[in-house]
């Protein structure tokens, strides 16, 4: 498997070109045109990638990440979450690389082989960083009726949550 995926991207690569060569499509000059607009893009979204970023750290710095575990433990306690998951829960909605630093908060404190840890493991990818996404792409696609999108998305990271105690709890 690792041989025949150091060969994956290449291949891609020279099916595109080839692709193009056989359309007589100016390949060189597409790709500039799309490396163009790809900046376009990314200089609408920086203000936005900014604002979750800032948002995120001022809720963690703050302790309000701390007050929401405590506050829900009892009820995560019920349903055999741990307490200091729901964070990380919260955060993974918005920041994957923030989400990344409680990761490795929750292996310094409890280690990557246990309980915490596991659930960790797998709802960093169970779990879609929800706002970011429809904040970042439905913005650069200029997207303005997102309709079911955010209830679906919720329901989809809930379910994900769901399954990453039920895997761990397996594993254990």
């Known amino acids: 498997m690792t041989y025949v995926s150091n060969f994956i991207i290449p291949a891609v690569f020279f099916l595109v070109v080839g692709y193009g060569l056989i359309g007589r499509v100016k390949i060189y000059e597409s790709f500039l045109k799309g490396a163009a607009e790809g900046l376009k893009v990314v200089l609408d979204i920086v203000p936005t990638l900014i604002g979750l970023i800032v948002g995120v750290g001022v809720l963690r710095a703050s302790g309000f990440f701390d007050l929401l575990e405590n506050f829900l433990a009892p009820v995560a306690k019920v349903c055999g979450f741990p307490a200091q998951i729901l964070s990380l829960l919260a955060v993974k909605m918005f920041s994957s ?62 379910a994900g949550a769901i399954a990453s105690i039920l895997i761990a709890a397996g594993m254990g």
């Open 97 to 158: 690389s923030a989400a990344t630093g409680l990761v490795l908060d929750i292996f310094s404190a409890y280690g990557p082989d246990s309980y915490p840890g596991m659930i960790a493991s797998i709802m960093m990818s169970c779990t879609e960083t929800v706002f970011y996404t429809m904040s970042v792409y439905f913005l650069a696609a200029k997207v303005t009726k997102t309709r079911f999108t955010m209830a679906g998305a919720l329901l989809a990271t809930f």
